[in-house]
């Protein structure tokens, strides 16, 4: 068998990713199939469903995966274009024994990659490193396999709209070009209310803005549309339709944490006392307010893999991330679906008033910057991180080491974790009044230079 070593950027966390042409090619994907589909076939699956988003390079990585998965003797189901939640939904729709989707995220367009399920779980951590084993020693599987198109749109669709409750309410909706542009099309055709979408055509060059809702200057288009048209709601999402952000009817962000305290809001009426889990970047006032309203707050690692195998874990109903990735296990699957998180957020809206901007309003104040990203080395970002949290440790911080260091202090919090999908540094800063926010940020940018890195300016 021919051995295939894959470049040394590309095996993440969570999934695989790298830059097209220069460290992922088409072979990658060849190889990734042949190995992902022995470890399926060794322990006793026969079926996968594959995936692609509307990226230019999709197409291409999705046949030579596919192929690959074939090679191994596999039945392979391919569900074509789409959201990357539509193929986790094809995964349980079709009961098969995983499935790989082919996807940039919210990366750049030169970008692409895969996020997998090995069974009805993601796959990560150690188990994409073991791929990337059975891949470097050529130890494949060899069957007569084959490659089916099966069309679930329809369906997806439909299992969308089964857990909304009704309410009508003036939507705009911005899928960025990304991949999650037609169902939304077809799913506000269904809807009460009016609808507004926009950059619903799949175009994996994101002519318009780059598909990421966490960065507020993507969100501008939108909220001009809700603006002139008076809209109620904003609703955008990023080039796999796996992660939303919403803003309200003043046009202001309602950030992912801000979203999930509303959710839990309505949840925790229905689930008194239920977990709710939440990452390292969300605001303390997201775990106080869940404390609050009954439920038990948990702080978990960053990275939609390690959430929903801890939602598993814990039996947790609901869960989000800072980042826009909001899982519901209540009703749902435990995965993340931008498009399913709008609706039970449009529903959590209407049980509490049925007014965004209030609610926002009504949340517990804090002030903090954005979660800023500054770029670092790929293997020197660990060690900056490992080299604060030692000087943390030997002086007696009051930290979590959960992911990264998050840093408590009597007026709030800092964080300095390293980016499992890029070469970024990610720090976040919070605090009850300004001159906490500055001297916590002063504490960061301390910390940062004490490594020999020098912060970014927004510090």
Avoid at 236 to 255: K, N, T
Avoid at 282 to 292: G, H, K, N, P
Avoid at 297 to 302: N, Y
Wanted: hydrophobic fraction near 40%.
């Amino acid at each position: 068998m021919t051995a295939h070593v894959f470049h040394s950027t590309v095996l993440r966390e969570y999934d695989v990713r790298g830059i097209v042409g220069e460290t992922l090619h088409a072979a990658d994907a060849y190889a990734l199939g042949k190995a992902f589909g022995t470890h399926v076939r060794r322990a006793g699956g026969t079926r996968v469903c594959v995936g692609y988003d509307g990226r230019v390079s999709s197409p291409e990585l999705s046949s030579r995966l596919m192929e690959g998965l074939k090679s191994t003797g596999l039945e392979v189901l391919n569900v074509g274009l789409g959201a990357t939640p539509m193929l986790y939904y094809g995964v349980f729709e079709l009961d098969t024994d995983g499935g790989i989707m082919v996807t940039g995220s919210h990366n750049p367009p030169n970008y692409n990659g895969f996020k997998m399920m090995l069974g009805k779980k993601p796959c990560f951590g150690e188990a994409i490193q073991a791929l990337g084993k059975t891949a470097n020693a050529g130890d494949f599987e060899v069957g007569e396999g084959s490659i089916t198109d099966v069309d679930i749109f329809d369906r997806y669709v439909k299992r969308l709209l089964r857990d909304y409750e009704g309410a009508s309410f003036k939507v705009a909706w911005d899928p960025a070009n990304g991949a999650a542009g037609p169902a939304i099309e077809e799913l506000v055709k269904h809807l009460p209310g009016e609808h507004i979408v926009i950059n619903a055509e799949v175009d994996g060059t994101f002519p318009n803005h780059h598909a990421d809702p966490t960065v507020e200057e993507n969100l501008e288009q939108l909220k001009e549309v809700v603006a002139q048209h008076g809209c109620d709601i904003g609703l955008s999402f990023d080039g796999d339709g796996d992660r939303i952000g919403a803003i309200d009817g003043q046009g202001r962000v309602v950030w992912g944490d801000q979203m999930l305290a509303i959710m839990a809001g309505d949840l925790l009426k229905e689930l008194p006392g239920a977990p709710i889990i939440a990452d390292v970047k969300a605001s303390q006032a997201l775990f106080d307010r869940i404390t609050e309203l009954g439920g038990k707050a948990i702080m978990w690692k960053t990275g939609h893999s390690l959430i929903k195998d801890k939602m598993v874990e814990l039996e947790a109903p609901l869960a989000g991330e800072m980042s826009g990735h909001i899982f519901y296990k209540h009703k749902f699957y435990g995965h993340d679906d931008a498009i399913y998180a709008g609706l039970r957020f449009m529903n959590a809206i209407a049980k509490q008033g049925g007014d965004l901007a209030a609610l926002k309003d009504g949340l517990p104040q804090a002030i903090n910057t954005p979660e800023l990203r500054f770029d670092c080395d790929e293997v020197r970002k660990f060690e900056v991180v490992r080299e604060v949290k030692a000087r943390l440790e030997a002086a007696g911080a009051d930290m979590s080491t959960v992911d990264g260091v998050r840093v408590q202090t009597a007026d709030g919090w800092w964080l300095l974790r390293a980016s499992n999908t890029q070469a970024v540094l990610v720090a976040r800063c919070e605090a009850s009044t300004d001159a906490g926010l500055e001297r916590l940020k002063a504490e960061l940018v301390a910390a940062l230079a004490l490594s020999g890195v020098e912060a970014p300016d927004s510090l």
